[in-house]
């Protein structure tokens, strides 16, 4: 069985519009060295997939830096690799972009048809976690199914969530609405396994009904007769909907338990740009606890609490608690940061007191002085 797998890089990103503002969702910085693309496209490298598209929407520049010819993700090849797909590859206009995912399908059509796979794989880059494609297309295979959605438990948001209901056999019965019951739920993890010839066949039909609920008008739609199976992934998981939830993403990689969930499956590992940086210098002045830290940092002050990214520069007798600080960014002498995003290549002043919360962070926008 040949498969291919397809990433959306922008799916629902309109509550992460301070971190989007620069970027697509799915070169969103994570982790003090990872980009949110990371995660699918480590997932389909492990699983042996290596002809992968990239749909994009807008605001692209810094993913096509990150993958560049798929190198690192060890993708550069003669034939399939990675590609990304611009918006409009189908040729459709009437539409500034495409805004759902029966759009963004019909729109990859060209590209879908014209490979030999007989299988796709669909990713979101919205959910932070390490999933096991491979596993997920045995199950496929295995129930001749015309497609397998992935599914993972979250915590229960602000919004009730979609809950797929299936059988003892896995088979998808009906799309409900949570209960309330408990504050964990069962969810799509906008990972699914299509067979193509239905891909085709749905994504057409859809969209000539104006169409644009994935999940409940194209899979939910004929459930009686197509071969819908959902595999369930046992394990962490975040969905980054929201700057709150990155930001309680990113503080739960301070977790040994969550690293390792994450990070230490060695048939699994979770691939990005490599850069060149010295390992980070901590001054006889640092002090640093609970840290996860990138390579190329000098730090001189107290850190605690913190996600601080790669080439940052955190001067003496300054605090950083609670915060997560992207590549580039320097607080000077004396600066107080707590509970504070600072995109990428931001200075924070001497002296300067900087403070938020958990449920609500302050953001710096990328390139600022404070």
Known sequence: ?????????????????????????????????????????????????????????????????????????????????????????????????????????????????HTDAETWVLCDTDTVFNPDIGALLAVHEKKEADLTMLTVSLPVGKSTPAVPIADASGRLLSIGRYAGEGDVCTVCGEIYAVRRTYLCRAVREAFERGEQDFYRGVIGRNLQKDRVFVSHHNGFSARIDSLEAYFAASMALLSFDVRADLFAHKDRPILTKICNYPPTRYLKTARAEDVLCGDGSVIAGSVEHSIIFRNVEIGRTSVVRNSILMSGTVVEEGAVLDGVIADKNVTVRAGRTLTGRADLPLFLAKGSTI
């Open 1 to 113: 069985m040949k498969v291919a797998g397809l990433i959306f890089s922008d799916m629902r990103s309109a509550g992460l519009s301070e971190l989007t503002a620069v970027r697509t969702a799915a070169a969103i910085p994570f982790g003090a060295r990872y980009r949110l693309v990371d995660f699918p496209l480590s997932a389909l490298v492990a699983a042996g997939i290596s002809d992968i598209g990239v749909w994009t929407r807008s605001e692209y520049r810094s993913l096509i830096a990150h993958v560049g010819n798929g190198k690192d993700f060890d993708l550069a090849r003669r034939n399939g690799g990675i590609r990304i797909l611009p918006p409009f590859l189908n040729g459709v206009r009437g539409r500034e972009t495409r805004k759902n995912r029966v759009e963004a399908l019909f729109d990859a059509l060209d590209f879908i048809e």
